[in-house]
């Protein structure tokens, strides 16, 4: 990421930078320049109160900016009215010195404010930025200690500590005081950056049937407001969005009673069990005037972009064949994967990705199908593997296969006339994962002796990574459709196609026959 940090080179933003640099982030650091500037970082010297310095800004584009310097809202003020909304996310360094005395902890958003408080200009910045809906996350720290600490409290707090002698107590000893390391706080502002990537959108509540889950679902990540029933969800009128992740066979009740309470929706794939259900999400939607997308993640993704241009630009010359394999390591019998009655079974779970995949970057559907697959006996009776054949139009072939009984593993290769395609990642580029797509063209053949073909001698190898999270991808890519009013990148119809496919799989599977679509 490009990130400015408004106060790089004292305690705080010292440590907050140093983490930066260790995750290779490009940063600028703002400041006086009265103290030395870190190693790899771009050095902008100013004063953050005077407009020609902060003009120095102007025309710079940062995805984040860390403010640690701020103290009073016309200093915030003047960083952003002359930065053109050139920033996705605002990082402000408040206080917990603007909440008023209070004996019980743990304080929160809603604990009472000191209006005298000498850091009442804290929350009046925090106040407008709320008011001015800049996409922000505020810290308010208790007191903070550590290496690099200028405050000269501290230093005689601990001494007295480390000597054992008595420490005076304001008041009448009954406030609480706690202590934060200043390592802790740099590592909590730098987790920001993976929870609250979408700059358009807000995580705002949970639901679940249990309570008690819902709960300890929103404490654990900080989530404001969770409900004990989808319905209480649904009719939150400060909600805008529905992510329904909810088993396979509930998909189209559910996200009816959502779209009928007016909300947009990000649907798990598959969209629907059947072709005809999702016709009546079609209808219901565009009744309603909402949004319904399928979930389906990587068709989001900038690494399979990057595949479809390949292909659609003929680097690879014409396609002939390509390869999908994905498998997990599910043996969970009890697994929801495992009961039929549900929408379970690997082709529904997996196969989805793969025949979405390959409908994708050809831009075209499947004129034949031909399948198998592997029941699992007893309990659940879904089909635990599942192997298919499609035919698209100009003899390209596609095959592919997947598991919940095997080593994870994913994995498509396209193979072309002048060159060839793999990818290590196709589906799941999760936090923390790196994907790849290699393109080697140019192949020849060295003949070696009468029973063998021989060694390739491969030309013209690349390889392209991409870390993208492909979740984040797809939230974004949702909100900015709603936004913006853009034609959607995965279309109902598109959805549809993808489980006509499907049936089509599951019938040859039975019938052991070749299914024309």
Request: proline share 3%.
């Amino acid at each position: 990421m490009k990130i400015l940090v408004m106060g790089g080179t004292r305690f705080v933003g010292k440590s907050l930078v140093s983490k930066l640099l260790n995750q290779n982030h490009d940063i600028d650091i703002f400041t006086r320049g009265n103290k030395s500037n870190p190693d790899n970082t771009n050095l902008i010297k100013g004063d953050r109160n005077d407009i020609e310095c902060i003009l120095k800004l102007k025309n710079k584009k940062y995805d984040v900016i860390f403010d640690i310097s701020g103290r009073e809202v016309e200093q915030t003020k003047l960083l952003i009215e002359n930065l053109d909304d050139s920033f996705d996310r605002y990082v402000y360094v408040s206080s917990a010195g603007v909440y008023k005395d209070n004996y019980e902890l743990p304080l929160s958003e809603e604990s009472p404010l000191d209006t005298n408080s000498r850091h009442k200009g804290k929350f009046e910045t925090e106040n407008w930025l709320v008011e001015k809906k800049i996409p922000f996350t505020s810290f308010r720290p208790t007191y903070i200690y550590g290496p690099g600490n200028y405050n000269k409290i501290e230093n005689w707090f601990f001494e007295r500590l480390f000597h054992l002698k008595t420490i005076p107590i304001p008041a009448d000893g009954s406030l609480i005081t706690q202590l934060g390391h200043v390592s802790d706080l740099s590592d909590v502002m730098i987790k920001c950056l993976d929870f609250e990537k979408s700059k358009n959108s807000i995580l705002y509540a949970v639901a679940s049937r249990s309570a008690h889950k819902a709960k300890k679902f929103a404490s654990k990540h900080s989530i404001p407001n969770f409900y004990s029933s989808y319905k209480d969800l649904f009719e939150d009128k400060d909600v805008d969005i529905i992510y329904n992740p909810l088993p396979n066979h509930l998909h189209l009740k559910s996200t009816i009673e959502a779209i009928n309470n007016f909300k947009h929706v990000l649907l798990e794939k598959p969209i629907t069990l059947k072709a005809e259900e999702v016709d009546k999400l079609i209808i219901t939607s565009k009744k309603n005037k909402v949004m319904i997308q399928e979930a389906t993640m990587m068709r989001f993704h900038p690494q399979t972009e990057y595949v479809k241009k390949m292909i659609k630009d003929k680097k690879i010359g014409k396609v002939h064949y390509i390869s999908a394999i994905f498998s997990i390591t599910n043996l969970n019998y009890n697994d929801i994967r495992y009961k039929y009655s549900k929408g379970g079974g690997a082709l529904y779970d997996l196969g989805s990705y793969c025949t979405s995949f390959a409908r994708g970057v050809l831009g075209m559907e499947p004129i034949k199908v031909f399948a198998n697959q592997g029941i699992t006996k007893g309990k659940g009776k879904v089909d635990q593997i599942f192997s298919g054949f499609l035919e698209f139009k100009d003899n390209i072939e596609m095959q592919f296969h997947c598991s919940m009984r095997s080593f994870p593993h994913e994995n498509v290769t396209i193979i072309g006339d002048k060159g060839v395609l793999t990818l290590d990642l196709p589906y799941c580029n999760l936090p923390g994962e790196t994907g790849k797509v290699d393109f080697i063209s140019e192949s020849k053949i060295k003949k070696i002796d009468k029973t063998a073909f021989g060694d390739s001698m491969r030309k013209n190898f690349s390889s392209i990574s991409f870390d993208e999270d492909a979740y984040d991808y797809q939230v974004e890519s949702v909100v900015s459709t709603i936004i913006d009013n853009k034609k959607q990148n995965l279309s109902l119809e598109d959805s549809k196609k993808n489980i006509k496919t499907i049936l089509a799989l599951i019938k040859s599977s039975k019938i052991n026959k070749i299914v024309k679509l």
